[in-house]
């Protein structure tokens, strides 16, 4: 399996401008994480799905944030409009629990920058 | 109550030494303490799990000791190696729920 795939890696956009970061999780997940990492606030969940439905939004720092997965090979963050304070890295996760035990893998990320 | 703390902040140490990472949590019905490993540019991943009825769980040079009365676990790396330099998070979730606290993340350098 090729692990959880993000895109795009890197995105550098202008403020006010819409964002979309895409995440394909590993093939019989069926849990799907949304990660924000930054120096100061550490990783922070933002928001997560258990077969396609949100469960947990609370993370989701503002309105200006959304998240879908309309099926169970594809999910979207998306953030309009983007401010430089959304720099960060965005991570996905998906997990599925076996044996008593859940692991999370994440994808390598999405690194953000709002001019 | 959802807090993970973590410490130390960051950690230098000798090549073959012992590398100690130290959380400790409030909540107590979290049941699930999971370790994860970050380099740079790369996504955290599962470096070594315990519940909480076992004290210690040892992976290779990796150990977990976990101590429930006082609500605190540590990681311990012995023999530690230069490509034992990332950044390490402790985390806890509870019961059914799936989603993971997160401590603050450690910054180990291990020194040739």
């Known amino acids: 399996d090729a692990g959880v795939i993000q895109s795009p890696r890197h995105e550098v956009t202008e403020m006010g401008q819409e964002v979309t970061l895409r995440c394909k999780p590993i093939?019989?997940?069926?849990?799907l994480f949304w990660y924000r990492q930054t120096m100061m606030r550490g990783l922070e969940l933002l928001i997560y799905?258990?077969?396609?439905?949100?469960?947990?939004d609370s993370g989701m720092p503002e309105d200006r944030f959304s998240a879908k997965m309309p099926n169970a090979s594809f999910s979207t963050l998306k953030i309009q409009p983007s401010e430089p304070r959304d720099s960060a890295v965005y991570f996905c996760?998906?997990?599925?629990?076996?044996?008593?035990?859940?692991?999370?893998?994440f994808g390598p990320g999405t690194r953000l920058t709002v001019l | 109550q959802q807090q993970v703390k973590q410490s130390p902040q960051s950690l230098i140490v000798q090549k073959g030494g012992i590398s100690i990472i130290n959380c400790a949590y409030e909540?107590?019905?979290?049941?699930?303490f999971p370790w994860y490993q970050q380099f740079p540019g790369k996504g955290p991943a599962l470096l070594i799990a315990i519940r909480p009825d076992v004290s210690e769980k040892k992976e290779g040079r990796f150990t977990i000791s976990f101590n429930k009365s006082a609500k605190q676990f540590s990681l311990h790396i012995m023999d530690s190696q230069p490509g034992d330099s990332a950044t390490y998070f402790c985390a806890a979730s509870k019961g059914s729920a799936r989603q993971l606290t997160f401590g603050s993340g450690t910054q180990l350098t291990v020194l040739p």
């Open positions: 093939s019989g997940h069926d849990y």
């Open positions: 996760a998906s997990s599925f629990w076996a044996g008593g035990q859940d692991t999370q893998y």
């Open positions: 799905f258990n077969n396609n439905v949100p469960i947990d």
């Open positions: 909540n107590t019905a979290f049941d699930y």
